[in-house]
């Protein structure tokens, strides 16, 4: 019985990833996700201070993207925004003085697509980009609630990403998309930025 469930269900994955489920349907596309990243600004250090500040929470991520489709790859054009994450270290020699820390990114992609079974109910596939990503990255003082001073680093810079993930067909038209890109940002001040990204998007080709 279970060589016979065990089989069964295999060719049911195999018929899902390599049978047709629409006629095919090339053309241009528009693309909404959005998703979590984590950034890895790894240890910046302020001139207002030694302490190392890291900012590696979660955050929101929303992009749009135009692009076209044929076969077996996908090109477009993306914007990517990224809701702000901060740090904040308490002094341990000053009660009620800390050190505060906020950073922001936004991205500007052309990316590239290889579906490995294009028109199929699913087709798992992989992804790689290059543009310019905007970052800023800043500290301040505070004492009792009061910003007591500032230092700040902003810098736009080449970006490349590279990704994968599992796409399925709803109509020839319509898509869902769940995907994965790890991002690096290059640097801003001594700090390299690099990013994990897990997202879920909508593709409707016209």
């Not at 069964?8 to 049978?19: G, P, R």
């Not at 629409?22 to 201070?49: Q, W």
Request: a negative charge.
């Amino acid at each position: 019985m279970n060589k016979k469930l065990l089989m069964a269900a295999s060719a049911f994955v195999i018929a899902a990833f390599s049978t047709p489920a629409f006629a095919g349907c090339d053309g241009i596309y528009l693309a909404g996700r959005g998703g979590i990243i984590n950034h890895n600004v790894g240890d910046k250090e302020s001139d207002l201070s030694d302490e190392k500040l890291e900012i590696d929470d979660n955050a929101l991520m929303l992009s749009a993207a135009l692009g076209y489709r044929w076969g077996y790859f996908r090109i477009e054009a993306e914007y990517v925004w990224r809701d702000e994450t901060d740090d904040t270290k308490r002094s341990a020699i000053i009660n009620g003085a800390s050190i505060n820390s906020q950073f922001e990114s936004s991205s500007y992609m052309a990316n590239i697509y290889w579906d490995l079974s294009p028109y199929t109910w699913f087709t798992p596939y992989v992804s790689a980009g290059i543009g310019m990503t905007e970052l800023e990255y800043s500290f301040n003082n505070r004492y009792n609630g009061a910003i007591t001073n500032k230092d700040s680093f902003e810098e736009t810079n080449f970006t490349w990403s590279v990704g994968g993930g599992l796409s399925a067909q709803v109509t020839n038209r319509f898509n869902v998309d769940l995907g994965y890109r790890y991002y690096d940002m290059g640097d801003i001040g001594e700090a390299s930025i690099h990013a994990h990204e897990v997202y879920g998007g909508l593709r409707y080709v016209f």
